[in-house]
């Protein structure tokens, strides 16, 4: 056995230990009253609390320092879709979503990756926006551009579960991340633009299976509340 094979041997072993170790530590679970209330240096939900004022309540920088203010550090995303994505921050580790459903976790302080989750056909057909991911218990959640919600080890990285919610091959899609309210994941499906005999809706989800356990239609049915105020072909 030649010493560049035992080398390559080494180092394969090495990276794969470094892998292992690069996950995030102290990971405290997430809770209702947390997501309703963020600690300060949180930032638990895509506009950080439930009025959407997107403010966080830190200090430390204000009008007297901001001038003083320098860049830390810099994290190249991928370049393979379009960029709206709002990160989350929980306990010094942020959580950053990127085009076709690619989550990234980061050590806030230095840039430094942690876990990356990259699903297979990543970098496919679109822009692939994934706007942002939510959070609860011990789990990062996202939506898919093929109608799909899933939820990855906020630790690893490693996938939980992955729930189709429609066909695709029909128009739907997702644009827009999850919320996580009482222990469901809930998102609104889009692609209506698309004929079908169906109708866009807005879905909740068992966030620790992925089991639909509702489904509401965002134009009422014949029958539905509300239906009844449609006209019908004649």
């Not at 990276?15 to 947390?34: G, H, I, N, Y």
């Amino acid at each position: 056995m030649s010493r560049r094979f035992l080398f390559s041997i080494s180092i394969s072993v090495l990276l794969a230990s470094l892998w292992l170790k690069a996950q995030v530590k102290d990971f405290r679970p997430v809770t209702e009253s947390m997501l309703r209330n963020p600690a300060a240096g949180d930032w638990l939900n895509w506009r950080r609390t439930d009025n959407a004022w997107g403010y966080s309540p830190l200090d430390q920088i204000n009008t007297r320092n901001v001038q003083r203010v320098q860049l830390a550090w810099s994290w190249a995303m991928d370049n393979t879709g379009a960029q709206e994505a709002t990160p989350l921050v929980h306990d010094g580790v942020m959580y950053l979503p990127n085009p076709h459903g690619v989550i990234q976790a980061l050590d806030a302080a230095t840039g430094d990756l942690l876990w990356e989750y990259r699903p297979a056909g990543a970098g496919g057909e679109g822009n692939g926006v994934q706007r942002n991911i939510a959070i609860y218990g011990d789990k990062i959640f996202g939506t898919t551009s093929n109608a799909h919600i899933i939820a990855v080890d906020a630790r690893s990285g490693k996938l939980a579960w992955d729930t189709q919610v429609a066909d695709h091959k029909l128009g739907y899609e997702y644009t827009s991340g999850p919320i996580v309210v009482r222990g469901k994941v809930i998102a609104g499906m889009t692609g209506c633009t698309h004929y079908k005999e169906d109708v866009c809706f807005i879905t909740g989800h068992d966030s620790e299976t992925g089991k639909e356990v509702w489904r509401t239609s965002t134009v009422a049915r014949p029958g539905e509340p509300g239906g009844d105020t449609w006209a019908t072909a004649t």
